[in-house]
């Protein structure tokens, strides 16, 4: 949190919803606020204005954010309410017309919202009160960060998705595939080494995506290597990957640099191929399997976390079943799993064949169930090998940090160790905590 302490200047607070996107975003608007003279507090405290960067993929997390722009507004009347994000996206009217609400803007123009701020502390005029860009032709908005509430930073290198999956509201808050030039993403990623982050995580709405705009071919594999070579940050990992795109030639560039982190995030959805068609996902089972197993063999340090949607329409006990198999087969370390959402405005949201609820919750516990177990084979897989950490949290001498394929341990230690990349040994795992000495 940035906190310029100037005596009587404004204050703001900024609350995100949502991803990591969001939340890189999130710390781009309060950098451009205190730039702009904003004491930046938290977003329970009273202050002059409230931005809140909002989420719209599911119609809970959009009635969330209408629900904190209600609250800022009901619990400090006075103040002015900016929001931005996918919800004002998509429904700018609909959010123009809460009371309390000052300001609205997208995806592709969020640092207005800081710009806003400053128009309605100093008494100027908003010449519009929604301002929001076409996402499907405007061209990626220009931010950067210089620190991050982690150890690891999050670096935004790509906006947008060209997929059109039924079950998804994402492209329309979000639009087509933009990417920023890799000048832009190595002169970021070196300031924050000078901040002292040792670990960048490039990420988007679709990471792979990365460089589809571009007329010369220069793709992420590129962008990868030029941020290892050009900079001085000592580990980089990638955000959700769909798992078409890890084909052969990537995964071997992928090997072939030393910086890179073997952890890899799919968005599988699902294993049934019925069910992956009728989501308009790119791939099928065979295609994520062949794929994984390549990984393991040019990477053997591998591991791999997922996102599942169990209960999509149509999804019969023998669908689930196959989900349930691909993830045995894969074997992930962690499975974010949701159970179907419906979406008004999606393809998914008027299917035939929707799943009852018990029946949802019912497959999201086997599957809790099942990622028990194979985080605890994963993890006997590689007790007693080394690795290097990067620590990240410290409590009562036990400092909490990843390694590079992201098995989170726990050492103790009696000197700071945060923020550094230490070599250690994994000695014991309880069924939930791994264990480890510095070696």
Do not use: W
């Amino acid at each position: 949190m940035i906190n310029n302490m100037n005596k009587g200047a404004p204050t703001a607070g900024v609350y995100t919803l949502g991803c990591r996107l969001n939340q890189y975003e999130s710390t781009a608007i309060e950098e451009s606020l205190a730039k702009n003279g904003f004491i930046v507090l938290p977003f329970t405290e009273k202050c002059d204005v409230y931005i809140i960067n909002t989420c719209a993929v599911t119609e809970e997390s959009e009635k969330k954010s209408r629900k904190l722009i209600r609250r800022a507004h009901s619990e400090n009347p006075d103040a002015f309410v900016i929001v931005t994000g996918c919800a004002s996206q998509v429904s700018s009217e609909a959010i123009a017309k809460i009371p309390g609400v000052s300001y609205v803007c997208g995806n592709r123009n969020k640092l207005s919202a800081a710009d806003a701020a400053k128009k309605f502390i100093t008494g100027g005029d908003i010449a519009e009160k929604i301002k929001i860009e076409d996402v499907m032709q405007a061209p990626i908005e220009k931010m950067n960060i210089t620190r991050s509430d982690r150890t690891r930073a999050f670096v935004k290198i790509e906006d947008g998705c060209d997929n059109h999956c039924t079950y998804c509201i994402i492209k329309t808050a979000r639009g087509n595939v933009v990417s920023r030039c890799s000048e832009e993403v190595i002169a970021e990623i070196s300031d924050l080494c000078r901040a002292g982050y040792a670990e960048a995580v490039l990420t988007g709405v679709e990471t792979a995506s990365y460089g589809k705009d571009f007329s010369d071919g220069y793709g992420l594999d590129m962008l990868i290597h030029d941020v290892a070579e050009n900079t001085d940050i000592k580990r980089i990992r990638l955000g959700s990957l769909e798992p078409s795109v890890l084909k052969k030639p990537l995964v071997d560039k992928f090997a072939a640099e030393q910086k890179f982190m073997p952890s890899f995030h799919l968005s599988l959805q699902s294993g049934s191929n019925k069910v992956l068609a009728d989501m308009k996902r790119k791939y099928n089972r065979e295609m994520v399997l062949a794929n994984v197993d390549y990984i393991k063999e040019k990477i053997p340090l591998a591991t791999f976390t997922c996102d599942i949607i169990v209960g999509f329409p149509g999804e019969s006990e023998a669908d689930f079943e196959d989900t349930y198999d691909i993830a045995e087969k894969i074997g992930f370390l962690h499975m974010h799993v949701f159970p179907f959402s419906s979406r008004k405005g999606t393809p998914a949201a008027d299917m035939d064949g929707q799943i009852p609820e018990s029946v949802k919750s019912e497959r999201v516990r086997r599957l809790a169930e099942l990622e028990k177990k194979l985080k605890a084979q994963n993890v006997q897989r590689f007790m007693q090998k080394e690795f290097f950490v990067l620590f990240e949290t410290e409590k009562d001498g036990i400092y909490t940090g990843h390694t590079e394929n992201m098995l989170e341990v726990c050492v103790p230690c009696n000197r700071d160790i945060r923020g550094f990349v230490e070599k250690v040994r994994l000695t014991d795992f309880d069924g939930n905590t791994i264990y480890a000495v510095l070696v």
